[in-house]
């Protein structure tokens, strides 16, 4: 009879831990906001003239990139490809390679990057200024995903 107490006991004890496990593995999560979510959300504050500007702003930079890599030597690509390097060390290897003609193009690529951020950020409001200062802060405090890059 105490062999069946002991074994009806520990039964219920199993029973009880299996059930809150279980229930411990079985909880749900809020997903994090995605990168496209909070474009959007920032999109959909943009002026048409704004939209425009930084599709411009995004084309050109993308037609500075392919003019400066069309340049570039098969080992410069190579270098630019290889994902075993940290960013900094591609950048670090790369540097060694560039002919006069390619920094300069880099460097002018970098000014036009520049200036024409300075005349979009211009163009933005207040209110539209906070809500990129938000978005920049979430980002930058890990409670929003970094925006992938592409190499």
């Known amino acids: 009879m105490r062999n069946?107490?002991?074994?009806?006991?520990?039964?219920?004890i199993l029973l009880v831990v299996f059930a809150f496990n279980t229930i411990a593995?079985?909880?749900?999560?809020?997903p994090a906001p995605t990168e496209k979510k909070e474009k959007r959300q920032m999109g959909a504050n943009l002026?048409?003239?704004?939209?425009?500007?930084?599709?411009?702003?995004?084309?050109?930079?993308?037609?500075?990139?392919?003019?400066?890599r069309a340049t570039m030597t098969a080992d410069q690509k190579a270098i630019m490809d290889n994902k075993s390097l940290s960013p900094e060390e591609?950048?670090?290897?790369?540097?060694?390679?560039l002919?006069?003609?390619q920094k300069e193009m880099m460097k002018n690529n970098r000014v036009e990057r520049?200036?024409?951020?300075?005349?979009?950020?211009?163009?933005?409001?207040?209110?539209?200024?906070?809500?990129?200062?938000?978005?920049g802060e979430k980002r930058n405090d890990g409670s929003a995903p970094r925006p992938a890059r592409k190499n």
């Open 47 to 68: 002026s048409d003239e704004q939209k425009a500007q930084m599709k411009q702003n995004r084309e050109k930079g993308k037609e500075s990139q392919d003019a400066l």
């Open 114 to 135: 520049k200036e024409n951020a300075e005349k979009f950020k211009s163009s933005l409001t207040d209110d539209q200024k906070a809500k990129m200062k938000e978005m």
């Open 90 to 97: 591609r950048k670090q290897a790369l540097g060694k390679t």
């Open 99 to 101: 002919t006069t003609d």
């Open 4 to 12: 069946l107490k002991k074994i009806i006991t520990s039964t219920a």
């Open 25 to 30: 593995q079985t909880t749900t999560t809020v």
